[in-house]
């Protein structure tokens, strides 16, 4: 039984966890023995199979170069201490303690860089990356656009793309008459949420509702627009939630309005139950999900004008609606849980 090691920050709730759960679960199944190290101590946010086996530090983590050295010391220990065949890390501000632990125990490491790859960087994160990848068996890139960027950077010469798999969605229901569009997404700047809201006020469609699902530090500032705009009775701030599905189910149009993506979760989920989705062509994943016109519209970043456009053009035809919705379910089949595993698994094992 090949015994894989997976490295993560911790397990809390999010799409970087999430992934993780699914992969382990799977794996576990598959006659895989897994091993998670958590480099920080943090509430478990999803299920995982009690054929999992989960370890947590006793130290309290703080963002500092002596903390960085424990939890080096942690996870050099751990390694050692369960002797795995492979090693698989995540978060690419840890990803560089993982290599260089896992070759020092002499162990196969791979790494999975999620991160905006044209998002800035600081000078010791960006520079360690940069000296440490090299050293990875192998790095997974979420996206073709980020692969490249890497190949450009001088990461590693053995580059995968794999995509973050689906949950298991359950709906098969096409309810293009419903006049609602939903956004998922945390409340904070880079996801946009005040431009949508502002769009939605310009299309002057009072038939319609604008659920917003999530939570962060931008609520008070979206609260305060929603007010001035008097779009009380019409945007609803759903706040974060266990069961996305039913807020899904709420609407027939899915708004993506993010100005930049590691990979776009939320959309890859909102189209596979499906909605019709239009999203702007921020960096990056947009078009390995949107083929324009078919499954769903890519707008050019920031043109607001544009996207009102086509978004009025969801809203005032339901047969564009329902064929966008018949086209994106085939995503469903493209990125289940036994495809994207097993291509981490011939890419790792």
């Known amino acids: 039984m090949k015994h894989i090691c997976i490295v993560t920050p911790g397990l809390k709730r999010g799409g970087m966890e999430r992934v993780i759960s699914e992969l382990s679960n799977y794996m576990a199944n598959e006659r895989y023995k897994i091993t998670i190290i958590s480099l920080l101590r943090s509430e478990v946010g999803y ?115 794999i995509a973050n798999p689906l949950k298991q969605i359950n709906n098969h229901k096409l309810n293009s008459h419903l006049k609602g569009i939903v956004h998922v997404g945390s409340l904070i700047k880079r996801k946009n949420q005040t431009e949508l809201i502002r769009i939605f006020h310009q299309l002057n469609i009072e038939d319609w509702k604008l659920y917003l699902v999530g939570e962060g530090p931008e609520r008070t500032t979206i609260e305060s627009l929603i007010q001035e705009l008097n779009l009380g009775n019409q945007v609803f701030l759903i706040g974060e ?20 993506e590691g990979f776009p979760n939320a959309l890859s989920e909102a189209m596979a139950f499906p909605l019709a989705s239009i999203a702007y062509d921020c960096p990056t ?22 996207y009102k456009t086509k978004l009025g053009m969801l809203i005032e035809n339901e047969d564009l609606r329902l064929k966008m919705m018949k086209n994106s379910f085939l995503i469903r089949e493209k990125y289940t849980i036994q495809n994207i595993s097993d291509e981490f698994l011939t890419f790792i094992i």
């Open 47 to 161: 299920f995982f199979d009690e054929k999992v086996e989960i370890i947590f530090p006793t130290y309290v983590y703080k963002s500092n170069v002596f903390n960085k050295f424990k939890v080096f010391k942690f996870l050099y220990s751990q390694i050692k201490k369960i002797n795995p065949d492979v090693v698989l890390g995540f978060s690419e501000i840890f990803n560089p303690l993982t290599i260089i632990a896992s070759k020092l125990r002499g162990k196969r490491v791979f790494v999975s860089d999620r991160s905006n790859p044209l998002r800035k960087q600081n000078f010791i994160n960006r520079n360690f990356r940069k000296f440490t990848y090299p050293f990875a068996d192998g790095i997974i890139a979420q996206t073709q656009r980020a692969k490249q960027i890497f190949i450009k950077r001088n990461y590693n010469k053995n580059i995968k793309v």
């Open 285 to 306: 994943g947009i078009k390995e999900l949107i083929n324009d016109g078919e499954n769903g519209f890519i707008v050019p970043l920031h043109n607001f004008e544009e």
């Open 241 to 260: 939630v266990d069961d996305v599905d039913t807020w899904l189910s709420k609407g027939s149009i899915f708004s993506f309005v993010s100005l930049a």
